[in-house]
């Protein structure tokens, strides 16, 4: 005959078996009832299939979609672009949350992004524009970070498209970049990429000549508000180009390109590779990277606000540090 104490075991298990089953049971309800089916049901043995794929499905998007944060766009840091604004009925400080007093010019407004805060408050506010669309009605002279965030990127829609379909018909082009295409239809270009954005269409079919979208491209850098190597970085540029031991002059590059935000040091680099891959079909098109150089070195690089002697001096220097990018992209980035 069993002991007490036994049969007190017996009973712990039987007891821990049927705790188990319930809640088994109660977890398989719950997910019977997300997915809108009775688990008492005579039909549920029919949906039992069904749901076991729902589940999967569900599971299968969740980790897509942790996948795609993952694969998203760097997050790069944008000041907010205010301006004086006169509001119309009550307004309250977005960063405040106080009362906007007066009758006209009561605050500023960001006009990328929107926001509403006073004079005083924009001063502290942290940069995190973030700008909208409907705010940022032009892809050609828009501040390069504010259209890339904007549209959500890590560039230029611009940039993409015209380097693509560049390396997919041209890059044996003779004079590639050098030789420019009809004005008239690098503007009708630039039209399309304001109006349609990604969905503009620069295809062979509409623009046979290679040299349009090349002039499109360079015109793109050439209206930027923001030179690709900015105002605040040019005089180290510069200064980086006039050394003449080639190693230091490379060190000293490689440190220049970390003044330049994150989105122009990602565009910039994209480009380079791109140049780069120009140089080597050399034979064909007869573009050295001294001769991308001299193309894009007045187009990447302005200076800011220097006299026209100052600047004209400047030109060999400009040339010679996008012919050291170009040469050493695989080094520098």
């Known amino acids: 005959m069993p002991s007490r104490e036994v049969y007190m075991v017996r009973r712990g298990k039987k007891h821990s078996g049927r705790r188990a089953k319930k809640e088994a049971g109660q977890k398989g309800s719950l997910f019977s009832t997300a997915l809108g089916l009775n688990p008492t049901s005579p ?136 030789i420019s295409g009809f004005s008239e239809l690098i503007e009708d270009v630039k039209l399309s990429f304001d109006r349609d954005g990604e969905k503009a269409d620069i295809s062979s079919n509409v623009y046979e000549d290679i040299n349009i979208i090349t002039g499109a491209l360079k015109l793109y850098f050439r209206e930027l508000p923001i030179p690709i190597i900015t105002y605040d970085a040019y005089p180290r540029f510069i200064e980086t180009a006039k050394i003449a031991d080639p190693e230091k002059r490379l060190e000293s590059l490689h440190e220049a390109l970390k003044l330049l935000p994150p989105a122009h040091c990602e565009t910039l680099r994209y480009l380079m590779a791109h140049l780069k891959r120009v140089t080597q079909c050399e034979k064909e098109n007869l573009m050295s990277s001294e001769n991308l150089g001299i193309v894009f070195g007045p187009t990447l690089m302005r200076a800011p606000e220097l006299d026209a002697m100052t600047a004209l001096n400047d030109i060999r220097y400009q040339r010679l540090v996008v012919e050291t990018l170009i040469t050493n992209e695989d080094v520098l980035f």
């Open 43 to 178: 039909a549920s043995t029919f949906w039992q299939p069904i749901r076991s794929f729902a589940l999967s499905q569900l599971t299968s998007l969740v980790r897509r979609a942790t996948l795609r944060e993952n694969d998203l766009a760097p997050k790069y840091e944008k000041v907010h672009n205010f301006k004086v604004h006169t509001f119309r009925g009550p307004h309250w400080c977005e960063y405040c949350a106080n009362f906007m007093w007066g009758l006209i010019a009561q605050g500023v407004k960001c006009a990328d992004c929107g926001l509403n805060v006073h004079k005083q408050c924009s001063k502290v506010v942290p940069n995190d524009c973030q700008p909208d669309l409907r705010h940022v009605k032009k892809v050609y002279s828009c501040d390069l970070t504010t259209l890339v965030k904007a549209h959500n990127t890590k560039r230029p829609m611009v940039v993409d498209m015209c380097i693509q379909e560049i390396e997919a018909r041209g890059l044996q082009s003779e004079g590639l970049y050098r």
